[in-house]
């Protein structure tokens, strides 16, 4: 499915002086994906380290020396890194002790070498025992698919293009059609996957299947990384829709005297 970040991926790429790059995003947004398919269609050779679960990777980081960490990159998975004809993706970053901090080392002592890492914002935002490389790396956010993206997804360019173009005169005959792809899209919530089911099988059960597993897959990374506060966490998680529901739009907080009351405004 075609993500509009890759323009921004290219333009990262050809950039003289580029910075490794972080590519930050909640679970499931497609992070992963968007950086396979660029690697694999712009460069000559996409070197893929997953850092989640793999004992290479927990290992690969025990020192900051990046020339070390290339070489053994190189010797385990028999490729040959080479600056602008290679890019080196480090996959769930946040799950090995240094990883973040090692990319101010690849900026200063392997600045030619395209790096691109893909983080849970969860996990990088608490990471407390290593520092950020504050002005060292380029940063993007990855969010869900918008509507255009849904538009493309679902093989419509050219009602995204009269969209776009803002021809209200071919966009008033087609308003039904626009009301039933929108509710399509806000059903799906612009996940990649669940957006891949909707338009596969146009299931909805099997849609909600997957929306459930993300569902999951979220309290899990708050139990992960928010120990101390994880019950409290979860009571916020638990009662947003309903805090949302409400008129004023403002997520409030509280319990009893012990906790403090947090307000949130959202856009209405």
């Not at 002086?17 to 712009?42: C, D, M, S, W």
């Not at 010797?75 to 769930?92: A, C, M, N, Q, S």
């Not at 060292?136 to 679902?154: D, H």
Request: glycine share 6%.
């Amino acid at each position: 499915m075609k993500r509009l970040i890759y323009n921004k991926l290219i333009e990262w790429k050809n950039r003289k002086e580029h910075k490794p790059l972080i590519l930050l995003g909640a679970r499931q947004v497609g992070k992963t994906y968007i950086l396979k398919e660029f690697g694999k269609n712009e460069f000559k050779n996409l070197v893929y380290v997953n850092c989640h679960g793999e004992d290479f990777a927990k290992s690969l980081f025990r020192d900051l020396s990046v020339q070390r960490i290339v070489t053994e990159i190189e010797r385990y998975y028999e490729t040959k890194i080479v600056p602008g004809e290679t890019v080196l993706v480090f996959d769930e970053i946040q799950e090995v002790h240094n990883g973040i901090a090692s990319l101010k080392y690849f900026n200063e002592d392997f600045p030619s070498l395209h790096v691109a890492v893909a983080g849970s914002l969860l996990g990088i935002s608490l990471r407390e025992d290593e520092s950020y490389p504050v002005g060292k790396v380029t940063t993007m956010r990855m969010f869900p698919m918008t509507f255009a993206e849904y538009l493309l997804a679902c093989e419509r360019p050219k009602l995204l293009e009269t969209l776009q173009n803002l021809e209200w005169d071919s966009l008033s005959v087609m308003d039904d059609l626009l009301v039933e792809l929108l509710r399509q899209y806000y059903f799906t919530g612009g996940m990649p996957e669940a957006v891949k089911k909707y338009i596969e099988t146009q299931d909805v059960e099997l849609v909600r299947e997957v929306q459930y597993e993300i569902l999951d897959a979220y309290e899990r990374d708050i139990a992960k990384h928010t120990k101390p506060q994880v019950a409290r966490i979860h009571q916020v998680w638990e009662s947003i829709p309903a805090q949302l529901a409400r008129e004023n739009k403002k997520f409030i907080f509280g319990k009893g005297d012990a906790l403090p009351i947090l307000r949130l405004p959202f856009s209405g």
